[in-house]
């Protein structure tokens, strides 16, 4: 076996499970399709990453397991989240309605903090590197990826899938994790946009393209939940942080 686990995916999930791995003693390599790991974090906050909320909780999640929503915050809390930056260098700054962003650094630095510890663990990123297929072995998996025009193959006792969703393709999204799950037999719940904009057609589109530009603070609500925050007019619709939430 090459290591412990094989992580594919240097996102913001597969690089704290590579730290984690590391503070149990074990030995993972991490595998990114990207020229350089974190690279939805460097986008994240227009560049500023803001990497948590004072105020999440688990009830403003949508899943189809709340049970598993629950349990995650419970076992790594917004606190623990908070103390584990603070550790590394990074103190945060609440910009609005609770949202954390390193106070003097920005989205490089959350990224250099990952990564770091990732070299003084002794863990290994592997970046231009393409996984092509995974084989589950009796006692473990082996994952073959293409890196400069040759194939490489790795075994391992453990996987992890860290690939993220569909969004932000131009930065690297596939839908490679629902395509190895669907290869499993797993049960998929069918994705959909989230996060997004909303686009105005019709009648009053022409009025809304008017208003381009001007912010507004107000409660945006549907049947079951509101957030209270600013909301953008564009030249196509609606967008700012309580239309994105609400989508």
Same mark, same amino acid.
């Given at each position: 076996?090459?290591?412990?686990?094989?992580?594919?995916?240097?996102?913001?999930?597969?690089?704290?499970?590579?730290?984690?791995?590391?503070?149990?003693?074990?030995?993972?390599?991490?595998?990114?399709?990207?020229?350089?790991?974190?690279?939805?974090?460097?986008?994240?906050?227009?560049?500023?990453?803001?990497?948590?909320?004072?105020?999440?909780?688990?009830?403003?999640?949508i899943s189809a397991n709340?049970?598993?929503?629950?349990?995650?915050?419970?076992?790594?809390?917004?606190?623990?989240?908070?103390?584990?930056?603070?550790?590394?260098?990074?103190?945060?700054?609440?910009?609005?309605?609770?949202?954390?962003?390193?106070?003097?650094?920005?989205?490089?630095?959350?990224?250099?903090?990952?990564?770091?510890?990732?070299?003084?663990?002794?863990?290994? &990123?592997?970046?231009?590197?393409?996984?092509?297929?995974?084989?589950?072995?009796?006692?473990?998996?082996k994952v073959s990826y293409?890196?400069?025009?040759?194939?490489?193959?790795?075994?391992?006792?453990?996987?992890?899938v860290a690939t993220g969703?569909?969004?932000?393709?131009?930065?690297?999204?596939?839908?490679?994790?629902?395509?190895?799950?669907?290869?499993?037999?797993?049960?998929?719940?069918?994705?959909?946009?989230?996060?997004?904009?909303?686009?105005?057609?019709?009648?009053?589109?022409?009025?809304?393209?008017?208003?381009?530009?001007?912010?507004?603070?107000?409660?945006?609500?549907?049947?079951?939940?509101?957030?209270?925050?600013?909301?953008?007019?564009?030249?196509?619709?609606?967008?700012?942080?309580? &239309?994105?939430?609400?989508?």
């Open positions: 076996m090459n290591a412990d686990a094989i992580i594919i995916g240097a996102g913001a999930c597969g690089l704290m499970c590579a730290v984690q791995a590391g503070y149990l003693g074990k030995k993972v390599i991490v595998l990114e399709k990207n020229e350089k790991p974190g690279a939805k974090i460097l986008i994240s906050g227009g560049g500023r990453c803001n990497y948590t909320n004072q105020f999440a909780s688990a009830e403003q999640f709340p049970h598993f929503i629950k349990s995650s915050f419970t076992q790594w809390t917004v606190d623990d989240t908070i103390n584990f930056f603070e550790t590394y260098g990074i103190q945060g700054k609440e910009k609005t309605l609770g949202q954390l962003f390193p106070d003097d650094k920005n989205a490089k630095d959350v990224v250099q903090v990952f990564t770091s510890i990732c070299e003084d663990l002794g863990q290994e &990123i592997r970046c231009n590197a393409d996984v092509k297929d995974i084989e589950i072995l009796s006692d473990g998996f293409e890196k400069n025009g040759k194939k490489i193959f790795l075994t391992a006792k453990s996987l992890v969703g569909l969004p932000i393709p131009k930065m690297g999204a596939t839908d490679f994790a629902l395509r190895f799950a669907r290869k499993q037999d797993l049960r998929i719940i069918e994705t959909a946009p989230a996060l997004v904009p909303l686009t105005i057609t019709g009648k009053d589109e022409e009025w809304f393209a008017q208003l381009s530009g001007n912010s507004v603070f107000c409660e945006v609500s549907n049947d079951e939940m509101s957030f209270e925050e600013n909301i953008l007019f564009t030249h196509w619709g609606l967008s700012g942080p309580a &239309i994105l939430q609400i989508s």
